[in-house]
């Protein structure tokens, strides 16, 4: 991601990402042919309204627990460009978010609200719809971020998934072939992925 800072530790970013959904086996393969960190946990919430407002407008919105902190995220299909949306994230406690995920609520004093606001989006009307646990690992790689995420639903469903985040815009579709020669080399099928917001209210009950 390129990062700019908004105000009161909000970030805003540019996300140029490639993806591709897994096999349990493929996922194991992968994880041995790269120096991957230790993996951790996140904890997605997503919201949208009754008549998928959001989805409508192309918009994502989340509440995303870690072990220790938490954020809030709009994401934003801004562009035309492939692969290419803008993020704004609010960071939150722990607490603020386990209290708004328990109240099926947002935050609404930071600019992910304010955006959602410009946007003609009633807050009132925002409740979870989908919830999804990824353990995920990732290796710095000179193409970019490689992430391996294993992504458990609310119905206990799994799947598997590998994405290159790329950190240099300019070069974004240059590494795009190391991604792909990734997946050729170990014969991997280039898999449409179904977006994991659209997977987890698949799943979800609410």
């Given at each position: 991601?390129?990062?700019?800072?908004v105000?009161?530790?909000?970030?805003?970013?540019?996300?140029?990402?490639?993806?591709?959904?897994?096999?349990?086996?493929e996922?194991?393969?992968?994880?041995?042919?790269?120096?991957?960190?230790?993996?951790?946990?996140?904890?997605?919430?997503y919201?949208?309204?009754?008549a998928?407002?959001?989805?409508?407008?192309s918009?994502?919105?989340?509440?995303?627990?870690?072990?220790?902190?938490?954020?809030?995220?709009?994401?934003?299909?801004?562009?035309?460009?492939?692969?290419?949306?803008?993020?704004?994230?609010?960071?939150?406690?722990?607490?603020?978010?386990?209290?708004l995920?328990q109240?099926?609520?947002?935050?609404l004093?930071?600019?992910?609200?304010?955006?959602?606001?410009?946007?003609?989006?009633?807050?009132s009307?925002?409740?979870?719809?989908?919830?999804?646990?990824?353990?995920?690992?990732?290796?710095?790689?000179?193409?970019?971020?490689?992430?391996?995420?294993?992504?458990?639903?609310?119905d206990?469903?799994?799947?598997?998934?590998?994405?290159?985040?790329?950190?240099?815009?300019?070069?974004?579709?240059?590494?795009?072939?190391?991604?792909?020669n990734?997946?050729?080399?170990?014969?991997?099928?280039?898999?449409?992925?179904?977006?994991k917001?659209?997977?987890?209210?698949?799943?979800?009950?609410?």
């Open positions: 991601m390129c990062y700019s800072a105000g009161d530790n909000v970030t805003q970013a540019i996300e140029i990402e490639f993806k591709n959904l897994l096999t349990e086996k996922f194991q393969e992968i994880l041995k042919q790269y120096s991957f960190a230790a993996p951790f946990v996140q904890t997605n919430y919201f949208d309204t009754s998928k407002l959001l989805q409508q407008k918009i994502g919105l989340r509440i995303r627990l870690f072990q220790t902190t938490a954020e809030q995220t709009l994401k934003l299909s801004t562009t035309k460009a492939e692969h290419q949306l803008t993020e704004i994230t609010d960071p939150l406690t722990l607490t603020q978010a386990q209290a995920v109240q099926n609520q947002i935050y004093h930071g600019a992910t609200a304010n955006q959602l606001t410009r946007l003609k989006v009633k807050i009307d925002l409740q979870i719809i989908g919830l999804a646990k990824t353990e995920r690992y990732l290796a710095t790689l000179p193409a970019g971020l490689l992430t391996l995420d294993r992504t458990t639903y609310a206990h469903a799994q799947d598997y998934e590998c994405e290159l985040e790329i950190q240099n815009v300019a070069k974004a579709y240059q590494n795009k072939h190391f991604f792909l990734l997946l050729a080399q170990n014969d991997i099928p280039n898999r449409a992925v179904t977006n917001v659209v997977r987890a209210v698949q799943h979800f009950k609410s």
